[in-house]
């Protein structure tokens, strides 16, 4: 059985990021009502390592997870894929999803839904050397606020492109 749910008229928000150095993140937002944002976050370098790679991030997890287990192995549980993902999405939105851009995405999600519309997550990326937010895992946005995923409410949906150069005239 597969469901699919219709959102009326989604409101866009698109989203571009960059780093321009390896421990800041550039972004900027656009409304579909013309609102305009942009800033800067710090980032830890060994936050964007782990995002850089989701497998790599999902074996550092395990990992960790195995360190901290009852060393007896009695009672020890496996961590489970979605408990996996839900950690490395609930570090991204966090990471990315705070102070101001935080206030911006809040407050044009809560208009939408004031609306009855969904929310469109338009996220733009620019590559930038080996370390860069094309290859980070935006599908597994985790809000710990929703206790959900973003990707897998009916109120959003993510969308993820380059920042491709404009043609030459």
Known sequence: LV????MIIPDDLEISFSLPTSDL??????AMDGGR???????????????ND????????RCVRDVYADPTGAGRTKPTRPDIAREVGSRLF????RERLHEQV??????ARALG????????TASSGQLTPATWPWEYLYDDGLRDFLAL????SIVRSPVLPLPHS
């Open 94 to 97: 966090r990471t990315v999803f």
């Open 117 to 124: 519309r969904g929310t469109r997550l338009h996220i733009c």
């Open 3 to 6: 469901k699919f749910h219709f």
């Open 25 to 30: 993140l550039h972004w900027e937002l656009r």
């Open 106 to 111: 809040t407050g044009y999600r809560g208009r």
């Open 153 to 156: 409410r009916q109120e959003f």
């Open 37 to 51: 944002a942009l800033g800067d976050l710090p980032l830890e370098s060994e936050l964007i390592a782990q995002f």
């Open 54 to 61: 989701l497998e790599e991030a999902i074996t550092v997890q």
